[in-house]
């Protein structure tokens, strides 16, 4: 389990170089907890929960085959996309005004 944990770090390590190996928002070093965010799913992902190597081994093959899907993100920015997700675009674009408007 250790070994293959090691073995998908290195590969995630490597594949971050085709982004610079940085967090997309806040460009922090690529480490620790980073992911490769989907732009947009194509449909043919396994279940991360039912499979999780064979889950990360396609999604390594998609990164190889098409980084543009992809953004790389630390995992603090990976949460705030996907939370941000989940707002209707009408009260997301208040809720950047409201933080534009704060000091």
């Given at each position: 389990?250790?070994?293959?944990?090691?073995?998908?770090?290195?590969t995630k390590k490597k594949l971050a170089r085709k982004f610079r190996s940085r967090c997309y928002v806040c460009h922090k070093p690529f480490g620790k907890g980073f992911l490769f965010h989907h732009?947009?799913?194509?449909g043919t992902e396994?279940?991360?929960?039912?499979?999780?190597?064979?889950?990360?081994?396609?999604?390594?093959?998609q990164v190889r085959?098409?980084?543009?899907q992809f953004l790389l993100l630390c995992s603090v920015?990976?949460?705030?996309?996907?939370?941000?997700?989940r707002i209707a675009d009408d009260k997301f674009k208040r809720f950047l005004k409201a933080r534009r408007m704060s000091k």
């Amino acid at each position: 389990m250790v070994n293959k944990l090691l073995e998908r770090f290195k590969t995630k390590k490597k594949l971050a170089r085709k982004f610079r190996s940085r967090c997309y928002v806040c460009h922090k070093p690529f480490g620790k907890g980073f992911l490769f965010h989907h732009k947009y799913y194509d449909g043919t992902e396994p279940d991360y929960k039912l499979d999780q190597n064979k889950y990360f081994d396609h999604i390594f093959k998609q990164v190889r085959k098409n980084p543009k899907q992809f953004l790389l993100l630390c995992s603090v920015h990976h949460y705030f996309v996907e939370w941000s997700k989940r707002i209707a675009d009408d009260k997301f674009k208040r809720f950047l005004k409201a933080r534009r408007m704060s000091k």
